[in-house]
């Protein structure tokens, strides 16, 4: 009887959880926690396999990644939660965009791989981990459409696919260039199979044209943030050795699985912003800090036995929870930059882009210059904390019914 009613009691819990939490984000969050736990079997494999200097150069690779997943969505996410179209419309934008971003993206890595990598080994393995920008940029296409039409429980095709294709790769990639092509060729099919569920109407060339420009306008802030961040870790690049780049990257990567909570909720939660900014962000805001320092907590304690068992690197230990220790911030930091993009202050959020960017890139490549790895997360820990009290000056200053809403087309209304 005490067992009966102590899983009636953990039943009730976990369902108001997930109310409190959004059925639509814990769906969206259930994908991004397996596609998070496949970037920390990658760095495990290819530290294992490869060493510590191989995971400086998936470091590097990941710059690209960060940048191309935002810029390669032509910030249609952030348009097809505005456009007064059907789903199957919404869908054919959708999947054009994931066509166009791969040739779009190539030109951009070859140059990357070239004069990045240190030898023509290491080109070709940064060309190939660095396809993973385009799969996550049509991963985000992806989840905003699911999330629209009620599919988010697909979200997990798509990472699905990935576990896949660490499998295979780990056991047939005979070396890191061949490990790299396999991951990425299961990437893609999972995604293809994805884009193949959802419903599509022949694709309006010009619509599409009239919305990726359109979403663009939402991506000069993100496109600023992002670029500086990556720049500053490519610049930190040619001031660490590899091993001590591996390091930071896997720190970086720690805490990326700390933000992934947060990513789901902004998701979920953009249309709501979008309709209601000043009823909804009061609540999202306290949801988001302490939804922030619990990820924080988490991913620190897992951060000990990865370190010490599966990285053998006792030094991790110690510096990703330093740079976790950001994570409520940067949670806070999402929430401003969100309610300033639906309440479409874009003129805000492009002038404390660049003063955020300009910060960037001196504080954190003077750190790595000083202190190596430990420098650099020193740096981060500045960087963000200055860009949240940038962020969140400007998003107070915009008051109900002083923010210059956004009509359908794009246009202020």
């Given at each position: 009887m005490t067992a009966r009613s102590d899983a009636g009691a953990l039943r009730q819990t976990a369902r108001r959880l997930s109310?409190?939490?959004?059925h639509e984000?814990?769906?969206?969050?259930?994908?991004?926690?397996?596609?998070?736990?496949?970037?920390?079997l990658l760095s495990a494999i290819i530290v294992r396999s490869f060493g510590l200097p191989?995971?400086?150069?998936?470091?590097?690779?990941?710059?690209?990644?960060?940048?191309?997943?935002?810029?390669?969505?032509?910030?249609?996410?952030?348009?097809?939660?505005r456009m007064d179209a059907p789903m199957p419309v919404r869908n054919a934008l959708g999947c054009a965009a994931a066509l166009v971003v791969v040739p779009a993206s190539l030109p951009f890595l070859a140059v990357l791989g070239a004069l990045a990598g240190r030898s023509h080994e290491e080109a070709l393995v940064i060309f190939l981990l660095a396809l993973g920008g385009?799969?996550?940029?049509?991963?985000?296409?992806?989840?905003?459409?699911?999330?629209?039409?009620g599919k988010a429980g697909e979200a997990v095709i798509a990472p699905a696919a990935n576990s896949l294709g660490l499998l295979?790769?780990?056991?047939?990639?005979?070396?890191?260039?061949?490990?790299a092509a396999i991951l990425a060729a299961f990437r893609f099919a999972g995604v293809a199979v994805a884009f193949l569920r959802l419903k599509r109407a022949p694709l309006d060339f010009r619509l599409f044209v009239r919305q990726a420009r359109e979403g663009s306008r939402f991506l000069v802030g993100d496109s600023m943030n992002l670029g500086v961040d990556q720049a500053s870790v490519l610049i930190a690049s040619y001031l660490m050795s590899r091993a001590d780049l591996g390091l930071f990257g896997l720190a970086r990567q720690m805490l990326t699985v700390a933000e992934t909570p947060g990513w789901s909720q902004?998701?979920?939660?953009?249309?709501?912003?979008?309709?209601?900014?000043?009823?909804?962000?009061?609540?999202?805001?306290?949801?988001?800090?302490?939804?922030?320092?619990?990820?924080?907590?988490?991913?620190?304690?897992?951060?000990?036995?990865?370190?010490?068992?599966?990285?053998?690197?006792?030094?991790?230990?110690?510096?990703?929870?330093?740079?976790?220790?950001?994570t409520p911030i940067r949670y806070l930091l999402s929430t401003y930059d969100l309610h300033l993009r639906a309440i479409g202050a874009l003129d805000a959020v492009n002038r404390v882009s660049a003063i955020r960017g300009a910060l960037g890139l001196v504080v954190i490549p003077l750190g790595a210059a000083f202190a190596g790895a430990l420098g650099a997360i020193l740096g981060v820990i500045l960087h963000v904390a200055l860009a949240t009290a940038l962020t969140a000056r400007a998003s107070a200053a915009f008051g109900p019914r002083a923010a210059p809403r956004m009509s359908e087309a794009g246009a202020p209304s």
């Open positions: 109310a409190r939490f959004g984000a814990g769906l969206v969050l259930a994908a991004r926690v397996l596609q998070n736990l496949n970037g920390l191989a995971a400086g150069t998936l470091t590097i690779a990941t710059a690209a990644v960060a940048v191309i997943a935002l810029v390669g969505a032509f910030g249609l996410p952030y348009v097809f939660a385009p799969f996550f940029a049509q991963g985000n296409l992806l989840n905003a459409l699911q999330v629209l039409q295979f790769a780990a056991l047939f990639g005979s070396s890191y260039a061949g490990f902004m998701q979920a939660k953009y249309p709501a912003v979008v309709g209601d900014p000043d009823g909804a962000l009061p609540p999202l805001r306290r949801l988001m800090l302490k939804l922030g320092a619990a990820c924080a907590a988490g991913v620190a304690l897992l951060a000990v036995p990865l370190g010490l068992f599966v990285f053998n690197l006792p030094r991790f230990t110690l510096l990703a929870p330093l740079l976790l220790a950001s």
